[in-house]
């Protein structure tokens, strides 16, 4: 289903969820603010979908709602995709915020749509 190369300290079944929920927040709100690292971590997944969803083909709304909940594979189909039709890949930015959480230090970036 996702290719994930970071364990987040989770079973593989809690980490395709984690990535899941991840990329349906992202889809929904068109911009998160996370940890470096999980932004790192769902850009090409999300992008790989987008991707999917810019060729407006029955079989690949199908393979969308077989990994997403189906409002935001809808979102994703019907908004998204039609938007960046004429654009051949990049459509995530990842930027780097100053700031780092408070409890683990980690790095915090925000994840948009371009």
Same mark, same amino acid.
């Given at each position: 289903m996702?290719? /994930?190369k970071r364990k987040f300290r989770k079973t593989i079944g809690a980490r395709v969820n984690f990535i899941r929920i991840l990329a349906n927040n992202l889809i929904m709100r068109e911009r998160i603010e996370t940890t470096d690292t999980r932004a790192r971590e769902i850009r090409p997944i999300v992008e790989k979908l987008v991707t999917l969803a810019k060729h407006k083909r029955l079989a690949d709304l199908r393979i969308l709602l077989s990994r997403l909940p189906k409002v935001s594979?809808?979102?994703l189909f019907y908004e998204l995709g039609p938007k960046y039709l004429d654009r051949k890949g990049g459509y995530l930015? /990842? /930027?780097k915020d100053s700031g780092v959480r408070k409890r683990d230090a980690a790095r915090k970036a925000i994840v948009e749509f371009v």
């Open positions: 996702f290719s /994930i594979a809808n979102k930015r /990842i /930027i």
